[in-house]
């Protein structure tokens, strides 16, 4: 169901590669309200990915730019005024990768400069994205941005290794980034804390589906899937967000405020008898 949130405003959408990416649901979502946008991923994502059929099917330009060099964000700003008609008034960051992970390297064996890879391309990437558009004037006043996070930044999960570093930093980079931009531009910028996704990203961590499980059975409301994740960018992409900025926005289906629940502990007791009313019916409280 669209809601026309998006009627009439101009957007681009960092990291799409195939249809399970949380970027792909976004860019479907964003165009279904009303939004016309431009797509951009890594020359490799752009050739080895699905991009070019989401192009089609959203009927927006795919422009193949490295986020971490600043002349290939110059290209993804200047072309994206000029093939949406001005500045835009949103900008999607889903950008994240680790070399150390991909190549099983423990936390307490980091390879340094693959270290400086996860964080330029990760964090460092933000940064760059946000200056070269506020240099440029590429974002319209009152506008909007958003990049994706997840929990690690602020707590510690076993196999997330130097992303949870890079996570940190990214959203550091939203608050001291947010001030400057939303005091001499309104334009606010927040971060999207999600539920461990199925994506072709998440995969790539160690224990990913032991973790996905354990934070279903801890999530009040379970984990927030891909589709939900972009009605949420969406609602912060909208006119009715104005004055949210500078956060760290959990949509985790309550996991980040639980300690232990019911569903978790499951998996230590041999059953539910004891946690059973008279009428046989679970005591959750």
């Known amino acids: 169901m ?22 792909w649901k ?15 991923n890594t020359p490799v994502a752009v050739r080895m990915g699905q991009v ?10 795919v422009i193949a730019a490295d ?16 093939v949406l008609g001005g500045p835009v008034d949103f900008v999607l960051h889903s950008i994240g990768m680790s070399p150390n992970v991909r190549k099983k390297r423990t936390y307490d064996d980091l390879d340094y400069s693959l270290l400086e ?20 004037g590429a974002i319209a006043d009152y506008g909007s941005v958003v990049a994706l996070t997840y929990v690690a930044a602020q707590r510690t999960l076993f196999g997330y290794n130097d992303m949870a570093d890079a996570k940190a930093m990214l959203e550091s980079i939203a608050r001291s ?3 400057i931009y939303g005091r001499e531009h309104h ?23 032991s973790l996905m499980d354990f934070a279903n059975r801890m999530s009040p409301l379970g984990n927030a899937t891909a589709d939900e994740c972009a009605d949420y960018c969406i609602t912060l ?41 008279e009428n046989g019916n679970i005591i959750y409280g």
């Open 67 to 82: 986020a971490t060099r600043v002349e290939d964000l110059e290209v993804v700003f200047s072309t994206s005024m000029d």
């Open 237 to 277: 992409f909208s006119d009715l967000t104005r004055k949210v900025t500078m956060q760290t926005l959990f949509h985790d289906g309550g996991f980040s405020s639980m300690g232990m629940s019911l569903r978790a502990m499951d998996q230590y007791e041999k059953s539910f008898d004891k946690y059973r009313d």
């Open 117 to 136: 890879k996860t964080l330029d391309i990760s964090a460092i990437s933000f940064h760059k994205m946000l200056q070269v558009a506020k240099k440029m």
């Open 26 to 40: 976004v860019a479907e979502r964003a165009v279904e309200e009303g939004a016309v946008i431009t797509l951009s």
């Open 187 to 209: 334009v606010r910028i927040n971060c999207i804390s999600q539920s461990p996704t199925q994506t072709t990203a998440g995969s790539g961590i160690k224990g990913f589906d």
């Open 2 to 23: 669209s809601y026309n949130l998006l009627k009439g405003k101009r957007g681009i959408v960092f990291g799409a590669l195939n249809e399970n990416s949380i970027a």
């Open 177 to 179: 980034f947010g001030y």
């Open 52 to 61: 070019d059929e989401l192009a089609k099917k959203v009927n927006a330009e």
